[in-house]
Structures are given as structure tokens and as C-alpha cells.
């Protein structure tokens, strides 16, 4: 009886949790699939050996996370648009094959359409729990939409991938290294009027922001030389960020963080960017300001004249001369893509824009260490 009782206490420690427990085919062959909060666990039914020996079948598992769509498998005629007989649950889903990552689909067959419906409805409802609502930024300039994006950097951040375009024919990991110690060897400010729209707590609780209601708040405007502006509506997580760019936001509430690195020494800005790397301690410079906005304007009153040609030599960029270009372009990177606008953006935050399958995390899985600063 002892024996009995531990076993059934086994089996309801191993059932715990399980939301649906049925009988499918996987392939050709039939299996015992269960279904819990987090994943998809099938086991093949193997019948008894008559000489005793017993074989422990591998199981397959399927993570949620990775189930973006679930459809009814039904049999269909030519021409036939809806109805048929009910086959079974295919379950789409990505896999990551190296660094890429691919369609998959996984069918399981069963004809009976209350079991087949039960089991739909079900993993529907956790594929659901998924979705995620996401700010995102409009850019525009002189009144005209120019692009839609999550993330823009100003200055450092739009010299580096210009570089890096430049370098195509390179590794990622070396155009990147080169684009980064290329950029900071040749440091120069950019002169910009800098005007942003601070955020409210009760804009957070909104499905969409009012224009009007900015026209009545007060912008706040500094001028000055920036190294580098950036502006962000989700965290920005990176191997090289485990907490983001901009660890202070969020994927929905609301805002976006203004990141404005004021002008100093070449030493200091890479004490900066190194404290990205680390858990905290990237904001803490006096030469850096961090807001929470709705909304930013940037002026661009000068642009770093700088090329291929230009000398090597290293200078601290309070004494690096500024070329004024009044009516230039300048280059933004927006969520990675290289973007010329004319001498002003406005960039506007619009809570909830989107919704997209996925979960926020607080911090990257794994952090890689950049060798090149």
C-alpha cells in the first residue's frame, strides 16, 4: 500500500500543472501529448514487449514562446471554402537553426472535433497571453512623415553606422569594431538646440496621445554641443546591454528615454559607454541627461565635417573645431538603419502603436564583452 501511495503521489507530482492531457498523432505514429502553461510535451505510445523488456522513449517538446499561430486541420474539398471534416491542431511555430531562425509546423492528428476544438481554444487562449502592446516613434521633418521606428541616436550613434555601411564587404563583428574605434578616434560634437516635452504619469494609462494636449504643455529647450542624442521607446537589450540602452523604460508605458550625452573629454565618453556593459552606472557623469519624454525636436545648427581622408591623430573634443553647415542634412540611426534628414526632426512617442507577439524581459540572456574599447 506504501508503495501505491508514493507512486500516486509521483504521478500527481509529474501531472501538476498540466492544463490538457490527450492522445494525438505525431507522424505516423500515436502519442501521449500533454499541455501545460509553458509548453507542448509529446511521448510515443509504445505497446508491451511479451519478453519484458522495456525501451524509455524520447520525448519531444515544443516551448509556447516559440507557437506564434494555431489553425483546425480540416479535410476539404476542391473549391469547398469552409466546413469539412476535422483532422486535427497544427501548431506554427519558429526554430532557431544557428543564428537564423525558420517556419515550423507541428500537426496533431485527431478526428474527433469536440477533442480537436477543446484543445484549440485552449492553446489559443495561452498563445494570447503572448501578445504585447509597444510605443513606438513617428519621425518627421518641415511637417512631413518621414519614418516610424522604436529607437533613433544622434551624433555618435548615426557617425558609427555610417561608417560601418561604408565597410560592407567586412565581418559584421570587424565592421562594427572598426566603425566603433573609428568614430571615437575622430570625436567631434554636434551644435544642436535640443527641445523635448516631458512626460506625464497619466499619459501611461492612454491608448493614444493627443496633439493638443502637447500644444498646451511647455517644451523645455537646451542648446549646446551634444556627442550623442538618443532617443528610445523600448529598452534596447543587446548581448553588449544586458539591462538596454535605456533600462528605464518599457515596452508600454507611454514614454520614451532621452538620452543626451553632453560634450567632453574622449576618456570620460568612453567611461560612459563602458558602463553600458555593466549592471548600472551609465548615467551617473555630469555630462549626461537622461528624461522622460513624449516628444523631441532636434535642431541641428552644425554638422561634424569629417571623411575618409581626415587625419588620424587623436584630440580631446572640447578643442576640436566645429564646421558650420547651417542647411545640411544629418544622419540619424533608426532601429539600426541609416536615415539623412534635413536640419530638424520631430520625434513623436505613440503609446500602444502596435501589437506584437512576445515578452518583455528584464535583462539580456548572456552578455558579450566587446574587445574594441
Known amino acids: 500500500k506504501e508503495e501505491e ?3 500516486v ?22 502519442h501521449d501529448v500533454l499541455l501545460t502553461q509553458t509548453r507542448l510535451t509529446w511521448i510515443p505510445i509504445i505497446p508491451e514487449n511479451p519478453t519484458g523488456e522495456t525501451s524509455v522513449p524520447q520525448p519531444g517538446v515544443l516551448l509556447l514562446q516559440d507557437v506564434y499561430a494555431v489553425k483546425v486541420k480540416r479535410r476539404r474539398a476542391a473549391g469547398q471554402q469552409s466546413g469539412g471534416a476535422v483532422l486535427g491542431v497544427a501548431l506554427f511555430c519558429c526554430k532557431r537553426r544557428g543564428r537564423r531562425l525558420e517556419k515550423d509546423t507541428l500537426h496533431l492528428h485527431n478526428a474527433s472535433t469536440e477533442h480537436t476544438h477543446i484543445w484549440y481554444n485552449t492553446l489559443k487562449e495561452l498563445i494570447k497571453g503572448h501578445l504585447q502592446q509597444v510605443d513606438m516613434c513617428s519621425f518627421s521633418s518641415l511637417g ?4 516610424f521606428g522604436f529607437s533613433a541616436m544622434f551624433g555618435f550613434g548615426g557617425q558609427c553606422l555610417a561608417r560601418a555601411e561604408k565597410k560592407r564587404w567586412m565581418s559584421s563583428t570587424r565592421r562594427r569594431e572598426y566603425a566603433l574605434v573609428k568614430t571615437l578616434a575622430r570625436l567631434r560634437p554636434e551644435d544642436c538646440q535640443l527641445s523635448f516635452l516631458p512626460a506625464k504619469k497619466s499619459n501611461r494609462d492612454k491608448d493614444s496621445g493627443s496633439v493638443d494636449a502637447e500644444v498646451e504643455e511647455s517644451w523645455t529647450t537646451n542648446q549646446g554641443l551634444y556627442l550623442s542624442i538618443s532617443i528610445m521607446s523600448v529598452p534596447c537589450l543587446s548581448p553588449h546591454t544586458p539591462r538596454g540602452l535605456a ?11 532621452l538620452i543626451a550625452v553632453g560634450n567632453t573629454s574622449r576618456s570620460e565618453f568612453i567611461k560612459h559607454l563602458k558602463r553600458y556593459g555593466s549592471s548600472s ?3 551617473s557623469f555630469s555630462f549626461v541627461e537622461t528624461h522622460d519624454v513624449s516628444a523631441v525636436r532636434i535642431r541641428s545648427r552644425s554638422l561634424v565635417g569629417w571623411s575618409e581622408e581626415e587625419s588620424e591623430e587623436e584630440g580631446e573634443s572640447k578643442t576640436s573645431p566645429i564646421i558650420q553647415s547651417e542647411a545640411s542634412a544629418f544622419t540619424l540611426n533608426i532601429d539600426g538603419e541609416l536615415v539623412e534628414i534635413a536640419n530638424e526632426v520631430l520625434i513623436r512617442v505613440h503609446p500602444r502603436l502596435i501589437t506584437l507577439y512576445g515578452e518583455e524581459v528584464d535583462e539580456a540572456e548572456s552578455t558579450v564583452s566587446c574587445s574594441c574599447i
Open 5 to 7: 501511495e508514493e507512486e
Open 9 to 30: 503521489k509521483g504521478e500527481e507530482k509529474n501531472s501538476e500543472g498540466v492544463l490538457l492531457r490527450g492522445i494525438f498523432k505525431v507522424g505516423k505514429k500515436s
Open 144 to 147: 512631413q512623415l518621414v519614418h
Open 247 to 257: 533600462p528605464n523604460t518599457s515596452l508600454a508605458n507611454g514614454s520614451a528615454a
Open 281 to 283: 552606472g551609465q548615467f
